[in-house]
């Protein structure tokens, strides 16, 4: 997800989530995310250009029915056929907005594994975030959604579900376990672009909840996987790189939603 801001189908734009104990999550966030001498998130965990990449909503009587998992936002060519297409494949729908002659606006489902996720059409070149990225395509220190995976027992299943409801195309990751091959899978968006990854519940991968993880980068990654343990998180799973210092982690907040991070 070399470019995080944009208008294509199969982009992944933000995520929200709602959550109880809001103000302790929203202190939770604060902490973990904003650490480094040049921090990427602000305390009101907009990114350090100011743009609301992540939500943190307050949970209440019309999100109750939520899932308590982070929800990527998906860009799809027609909210109405890919909602169509998610039931008839044996996923939820658990909000539909609708504008005042019925046209669809977004829509909040479930895959089958009770992964959450949201659509939204795809969004006009001139509304999206005017970052220093997105105008000279070099590469800047932004907070941003820089990946997002979903692990789960039977990736095949699960890559042909987000295929035919998304609009991603798939192309085939040679894996290994225990001397057995297998495939997992990287999901391109319309331009052929990595967009997610749908991976099998194998190996290094096995306890890793069927939800989809966002992978946000830190300005400090030991410094933040410190304040999750201090502020009352867990972290999950934690990968050091070659220089010795943490390449990624896996960490579940103070209600129990999982999210990655990594270096910045």
């Not at 809001?22 to 966030?29: G, I, L, M, P, T």
């Not at 040049?38 to 250009?49: E, H, I, K, S, T």
């Amino acid at each position: 997800m070399a470019q995080p801001f944009v208008p294509r189908v199969g982009g992944i734009l933000s995520a929200d989530i709602a959550v109880p104990e809001h103000d302790r999550e929203v202190r939770f966030y604060a902490r973990v995310l904003t650490t480094g001498d040049d921090p990427l998130w602000r305390d009101d965990l907009m990114n350090n250009a100011g743009l609301p990449i992540i939500g943190l909503g307050e949970r209440t009587e019309e999100t109750a029915n939520l899932p308590l998992q982070w929800m990527p936002h998906i860009q799809v060519a027609d909210v109405t056929a890919s909602v169509t297409r998610a039931l008839e494949l044996g996923g939820r729908e658990l909000m539909h907005s609708r504008d005042a002659e019925g046209n669809s606006q977004w829509a909040v489902l479930l895959d089958p594994n009770g992964a959450a996720f949201g659509i939204i059409p795809v969004v006009t070149p001139d509304a999206m975030p005017p970052t220093e990225e997105t105008v000279s395509g070099n590469a800047v220190r932004v907070g941003r959604i820089a990946w997002v995976n979903l692990t789960v027992s039977d990736a095949a299943i699960t890559r042909d579900f987000y295929q035919q409801v998304i609009g991603w195309s798939v192309h085939e990751v040679e894996m290994e376990h225990a001397g057995d091959r297998y495939f997992d899978f990287g999901m391109a968006d319309s331009e052929g672009e990595p967009a997610a990854g749908v991976c099998h519940a194998r190996g290094t991968n096995g306890d890793l909840p069927p939800v989809w993880l966002i992978y946000l980068p830190v300005g400090d990654l030991d410094e933040s996987l410190r304040r999750v343990e201090e502020e009352g998180g867990e972290v999950l799973r934690a990968a050091r790189g070659s220089d010795a210092g943490f390449a990624y982690a896996v960490v579940r907040d103070l209600v129990g939603a999982c999210f990655a991070l990594i270096p910045g």
